[in-house]
């Protein structure tokens, strides 16, 4: 507890959403926790807005049946924080950091604050090497880097969730260094959160994976506490113990719309599509706590999966999104239909970091102009589809077929694996033989010395 004395004050506004108006708060502190008194249960509250007349409460569970009237707010005195622990790994808690297995909390090794801050840039240290995900689009063609945020942008309906579950399960650090998974469910639905736990508990990965779990039934306000808890975390494991963590934060639109919720009840100026001005700055002060420090040897990576509303990357969540953070998996909903999973659709997937984790010495010396080539023709026969679509195929030429027939075949052998394990080797093995379908001269992205070493002989 904090040496202050805890102050009581009455309310004298009305509730208003998440929110809880009060008078007489001049002497409260922003960010600190308050207790709120006078219903069947304590509530917990956190101090968003102190102005002269009033100050603006943020209730961290349900509002419903709060009078205020009757009831009685304790200033505290102290921030949000979390109590962090590498005892932490295979425990599952709420969005707030309390147990949800039905376990003691662990025993703490601090006590840190969960607002964080980005990391300093004087500090920073390059990102580098490469998190295998399992998933060929990902490891082959938009390469994961350690301390990097990449985020996977999918549209309603598309199994996003199934993809962050299965790259929660199967990804790896190579070198057997300390690995980590840091998993965060905003707004999940009941048979969402189940899933996930049940995934990882059969899997055998839970051990190495601290889950924080906000539920659809949850109070929206808590969704803005979840990603800063796992966060907190992911750096404690991270920063103290040396470990490489991967912190997956699904789904980022749930927390957003909780966001505007909160920025409404405070009668704040909308701004594009009725989300906060300050929505830009708020992401960034979750996506920019990714990377890592010099003279450190952990790193904390970042995947947050975004659901992007009416299908549009313009919309302010992805369009800000892809602003802060070093590139974007995006999933399609044509190649849902067609069975293929996961449905990454490689064309406007970019990964801007993947340089710094591939390569020799890293992976493999083939990776990068294998990926380039494959992409380069997957994009002409992309070209191709849309040309057929106007003229037939019989209208095409022997080229355009080639071509045609190689990105329905990228698509079905490289991109579609259902809910497999791939390594990178294998991935590389399945490009090569894709490209072994055009002439050695056809390979321009690849230098010949590679082409010789690596390309799959004839009846091989």
């Known amino acids: 507890m904090s040496d202050l004395v805890t102050r009581r004050i009455r309310p004298a506004a009305a509730v208003r959403g998440p929110l809880l108006f009060v008078r007489g708060a001049r002497r409260a502190r922003l960010g600190e926790i308050v207790r709120i008194l006078g219903g069947p249960e304590e509530l917990r509250g956190q101090v968003i807005e102190v102005g002269e007349a009033l100050a603006a409460i943020q209730v961290l569970e349900e509002t419903r049946g709060i009078a205020p009237d009757r009831t009685e707010v304790v200033l505290t005195g102290e921030v949000a924080s979390l ?32 607002h964080g801050a980005a990391m300093n840039v004087v500090r920073r240290q390059k990102p580098s090497e ?10 082959g063609l938009n390469t994961l880097v350690r301390g990097q945020k990449l985020p996977i942008f999918s549209c309603a309906g598309l199994p996003a969730s199934r993809l962050a579950a299965q790259i929660v399960r199967q990804a790896r650090v190579r070198g057997g260094e300390p690995f980590a998974v840091v998993f965060a469910a905003i707004g999940a639905p009941f048979r969402e959160a189940q899933e996930y736990l049940e995934s990882f508990a059969a899997s ?16 929206p306000i808590e969704r803005l506490m979840t990603p800063r808890c796992a966060l907190t975390c992911a750096e404690h494991l991270a920063f103290r113990h040396g470990m490489q963590v991967l912190v997956v934060l699904t789904d980022m639109t749930a927390y957003c719309e909780a966001l505007r919720e909160v920025a409404l009840a405070r009668d704040e100026l909308p701004g594009r599509r009725g989300y906060p001005g300050y929505l830009y700055t708020d992401l960034a002060s979750l996506f920019e706590r990714a990377g890592r420090i010099f003279g450190r040897p952990g790193s904390v990576t970042q ?22 953070t070093e590139g974007q998996i995006v999933l399609s909903r044509d190649l849902d239909r067609r069975g293929v999973f996961p449905p990454i659709d490689v064309l406007p997937s970019l ?25 380069a023709f997957h994009a002409r026969g992309v070209d191709v589809r849309r040309m057929a679509a106007i003229v037939g195929v019989a209208n095409l030429g022997d080229e355009e077929r080639r071509f045609l027939e190689f990105s329905d075949r990228f698509e079905q052998e490289l991109v579609h694996q259902g809910g497999a394990f791939r390594s990178l080797d294998d991935t590389l093995a399945t490009g090569w033989r894709l490209l072994a379908a055009f002439p050695a001269t056809a390979l321009t992205r690849v230098k010949s010395a590679l082409v010789e070493r690596h390309r799959p002989r004839e009846g091989a």
């Open 83 to 114: 109590a962090v622990s590498r005892d932490m790994l295979g425990r599952t808690f709420d969005g707030t950091g309390r147990p949800a297995d039905g376990l003691p909390p662990p025993v703490p090794e601090a006590l840190l604050p969960v």
């Open 130 to 139: 490469f998190i295998e995900t399992g998933i060929s689009a990902i490891d």
């Open 351 to 375: 990964s801007r970091l993947m340089g710094l984790g591939t390569g020799e010495g890293r992976t493999r010396e083939d990776h990068r102009p294998v990926a380039d080539q494959l992409y």
């Open 303 to 324: 995947l947050p999966v975004l659901t992007m509303p009416d299908d549009d990357l313009t919309h302010p969540i992805p369009d800000l999104t892809g602003y802060i």
């Open 204 to 219: 055998g990965t839970l051990d190495r994976t601290v889950v924080f779990m906000n539920r659809a039934d949850d109070p």
